[in-house]
């Protein structure tokens, strides 16, 4: 595949892509000193600038053209019809200071949605302000910590969070002023139960948990866990983005947790990773209710009658932490996410949880005998491998990875979680067929026999992109954040594309 | 086979630490350097920091993670290697010379007692290969 030429470089002196209708005025010359006698344009004719892009957006590789097994991101197909709903004029064009009484589509979709995610969490109430999962997890510690302050319970400084947990996680941490205490995990992947019962004491307002972890592993003694969190006064924090394993199968809230945030972009299927705003939406259990961020949409008036609707309109609970975002959170996705919810219904999403799970347990076992899967047991969502092997030392995950563009496929999370060596992360979700799986499957077999059998099919890889491996350390360390002027290593040894 | 050096003390966290009367000098070992890839940043704490045991006194950022240093043993910071902010690559060529992190003086020594030896170390680190 050939690197597309910039459009300047299709430049053609004289040709022109616009035509413009002759003079109908009297001609006016403008004034010398106004006039350049260059002008960096190209010069370039309709079909020239439909093909240049055209072959450009071709070079992106996205879930619209294949598999996309991002672990920790889900990445899954995102459904057109939602993105139907969101151009309906009625949505896109809404003012948000319109009066509430003509805006009662919007706020009757968001207090439905409210409604929804309360239902799947166990929660009992929501709040859709936080544009995004970092967002909603800082929302949720926020809340914990009014919650303590408003007991007058200012002891509380620490928050635990196993090494399994998002990487957010401790950042959320210490965004919200706590110190982050790191738990280890067990030989099973499994918070280590006696490491967390030695922590738990009355300086700790609270534990943030990934479930199922970074690991792709749903914590064996989850109750256990959530029960000497709160024997010693802590709060329990879901970090719910991984929420796609659990649809109709476990209700967070029942279980005991009083907190979670969802990723709207995630679970339900909104464009992201440079597609799209996200949304994290927090729920939360009675004793947060207080204080979740506002306002949230409210029934203002109950519906007359049967044939009536209620009045919906904005309600700032009591004790609130306040707003986190002008308006009322990312309006275009939460449309997008209440659409694909309807659209499945409620036993649809139990069967999307039930599929992404077996997909991906099917990978897992598919691969046992050719990667080291450093936790074989069923698994969430997506499965942990080990992308190297003893016999080949000189190969690592990253060299898998950009073996796998070589067979068209975006390759997983590499290096995350950090807890396992050389981690590959694969979340197949469960948009994908059978048969995707299986030529995925395929070719992560071919890779590991590529390894032993000629490894420099990977040490070279990716062969067919316009560009190859590109120098990553000196990329981190001469940070070149402008376009213009192009430093002088541009033109070294070291910056090298597989087109030289 | 990753280089352990006999001498030293060493953390789970794979930081060492060589004694030299009440002065400890930190660095992050051979089996971690390796571990981390092509190191792109390392962020120092300040002269004059106190710091506990296990407290975080620094970060290293390689192409594939960020990780958090953190004290073998309590003690106040009396040097940190400026070398590093320039040259990080420092810490994979040389992980127990040059590329030292900083200099200690330790508030109780006895902490140390509490640290794996090189063959305990070299041990921890088979372990997990």
């Known amino acids: 595949m050939a690197l597309e030429p910039l459009i300047y470089e299709l430049s053609s002196p004289g040709r022109c892509g616009v035509h413009l209708p002759g003079l109908d005025v009297p001609a006016s010359e403008l004034p010398a000193a106004l006039l350049r006698t260059e002008l960096d344009l190209p010069e370039v004719s309709e079909v020239d600038v439909i093909r240049h892009y055209l072959r450009l957006s071709q070079l992106n590789y996205g879930i619209d053209k294949g598999f996309y097994p991002l672990g920790s991101c889900t990445m899954k197909y995102n459904p057109k019809v939602n993105e139907d709903a969101a151009r309906l004029p009625g949505f896109a064009a809404l003012h948000p200071l319109l009066d509430i009484e003509d805006a009662q589509g919007a706020l009757m979709l968001m207090y439905h949605t409210q409604e929804w995610l309360a239902e799947l969490s166990g929660m009992k109430g929501v709040s859709l302000q936080p544009a995004a999962g970092a967002q909603g997890e800082f929302a949720g510690i926020l809340m914990i910590r009014k919650y303590h302050l408003s007991r007058g319970d200012t002891k509380r400084t620490r928050i635990l969070v196993p090494n399994s947990a998002h990487g957010t996680n401790p950042a959320t941490v210490s965004m919200a002023g706590y110190e982050a205490v790191e738990l280890p995990s067990d030989e099973n992947g499994d918070v280590d139960l006696d490491a967390l019962l030695a922590a738990c004491d009355d300086t700790v307002a609270g534990m943030m948990i990934t479930v199922p972890s970074t690991l792709g592993l749903f914590e064996a003694r989850l109750p256990d866990v959530i029960k000497a969190v709160h024997d010693c006064g802590g709060l329990m924090y879901m970090d719910g983005a991984n929420m796609n394993a659990m649809m109709g199968v476990l209700k967070p809230g029942e279980l005991g947790f009083d907190v979670m945030h969802y990723n709207l972009h995630k679970t339900f299927s909104t464009p992201h990773g440079g597609g799209g705003p996200g949304s994290g939406p927090v729920a939360v259990n009675e004793k947060l209710l207080p204080f979740l961020p506002g306002p949230i949409v409210g ?81 969430g969502h997506e499965v942990v491998l080990e992308g190297h092997w003893k016999d080949v030392p000189g190969i690592h995950a990253l060299d898998i990875s950009k073996r796998l563009m070589d067979y068209n496929f975006h390759p997983p999370t590499n290096y995350f979680p950090l807890i396992v060596p050389e981690a590959l992360m694969i979340e197949p979700t469960e948009t994908e067929s059978k048969e995707t799986l299986d030529a995925f499957i395929e070719a992560m077999k071919n890779i590991a026999r590529e390894a032993h059998e000629n490894p420099e099919l990977l040490l070279e890889a990716p062969h067919i992109t316009p560009v190859g491996r590109v120098d990553d350390v000196l990329a981190a360390k001469q940070l070149v954040l402008c376009c213009v002027p192009i430093p002088d290593w541009a033109g070294s040894p070291e910056f090298k594309t597989s087109t030289d | 086979m990753s280089n352990v050096v006999e001498g030293l003390k060493y953390t789970k966290g794979d930081e060492w630490i060589r004694v030299e009367g009440n002065v400890g000098t930190i660095g992050l070992t051979d089996y971690a350097q390796n571990a981390l890839n092509d190191i792109v940043y390392v962020e120092l704490p300040s002269v004059g920091a106190v710091l506990a045991r296990d407290g975080a006194f620094g970060t290293v950022e390689s192409v594939k993670a960020a990780s958090e240093m953190h004290m073998p043993a309590g003690g106040t910071v009396t040097a940190v290697n400026e070398a590093l902010e320039s040259e990080p690559e420092i810490v994979n060529s040389d992980p127990y010379g040059a590329g030292w992190f900083i200099k200690i003086t330790l508030s109780n020594p006895a902490e140390l007692d509490d640290l794996m030896d090189a063959a305990a170390y070299a041990e921890y680190c088979a372990g997990r290969d």
């Open chain 1, 299 to 379: 029934i203002l008036e109950d519906a007359g009658s049967l044939d009536d609707v209620p009045l919906f309109g904005w309600v700032m609970p009591e004790q609130s932490i306040g707003r986190l975002k002008a308006f009322h959170g990312n309006f275009g996705i939460i449309v997008r996410a209440f659409t694909y919810m309807r659209m499945n219904g409620g036993s649809g999403l139990h069967d999307v949880s039930r599929y992404a799970v077996l997909n991906a347990n099917y990978v897992r076992t598919a691969l046992r005998d050719h990667y080291v899967v450093p936790h074989d047991r069923t698994c």
